[in-house]
């Protein structure tokens, strides 16, 4: 062999060298590192995620405390203008996720109370509400508008047909007459609605010229809330 072939050769295995039994295991433990690293990366981002992505459920509140519609002697009283822009508002916030309502009122404005009663139904986020005291009358209509609705043991609810006052003549009376039948109708639907009764069957357990008062537990059975709370 000469000098030149010798070196050709000597290059070759130079570069080209064979593992050995060091490498070769150093290599497998490596690579079995990395799996090991993979899984556990695999197996913790599910958790990761969840706890820094998912958002935290937040439930706001809105008070019904007080006279349903505007007081012209006091200037307090609960319009639908006022729950209208609370509603907005919670429905624009992309941290609430439902919304509850907590009612204490005496009842009022058939007007403004429907309109409230509407709103809170319509609502792009669930609304629940809660009987803290008293929900008579437009109170508790409204309270019936709750996805979830909840009364405290305590309180009490109130059930009966709309009241007025007509000044003018027979035909301005019998026209105030009409619309307050026509209301007590719309009454009666949205509390059929919740009771799964017809409306003809509320006119003649409840919205028939008395006042119908309830206990939480009463309330509960005819079905106007789902819980009684403690």
Not at 43 to 65: G, M, N, S
């Amino acid at each position: 062999t000469s000098p030149g072939t010798r070196s050709r050769r000597s290059k070759r295995n130079r570069y080209h060298h064979t593992p050995t039994t060091t490498t070769t295991a150093r290599y497998n433990t490596n690579r079995r590192f990395r799996t090991l690293i993979l899984s556990f990366f695999q197996a913790i981002t599910p958790l990761f995620f969840d706890i820094v992505i998912k958002p935290q459920v937040a439930i706001k509140e809105i008070l019904i405390y007080g006279n349903i519609g505007y007081d012209f002697w006091t200037g307090d009283g609960i319009t639908a203008k006022s729950i209208q822009s609370q509603l907005q508002t919670l429905n624009d916030d992309k941290d609430v996720s439902e919304i509850t309502v907590r009612i204490n009122s005496p009842g009022g404005s058939v007007f403004e109370g429907v309109a409230i009663y509407n709103m809170l139904q319509q609502s792009a986020k669930p609304v629940n509400t809660i009987i803290d005291g008293i929900a008579y009358s437009m109170g508790a209509i409204i309270a019936m508008a709750g996805k979830k609705r909840q009364m405290a043991k305590n309180a009490t609810l109130l059930l009966h047909c709309c009241s007025g006052v007509a000044v003018g003549n027979v035909r301005d009376m019998k026209n105030t007459i009409q619309m307050m039948e026509a209301l007590d109708t719309g009454l009666s639907e949205s509390i059929a609605e919740t009771t799964g009764l017809s409306a003809n069957d509320v006119k003649d357990k409840w919205m028939n010229y008395d006042d119908q008062t309830f206990t939480a537990a009463q309330a509960l059975e005819k079905k106007f809330i789902h819980e009684v709370r403690d």
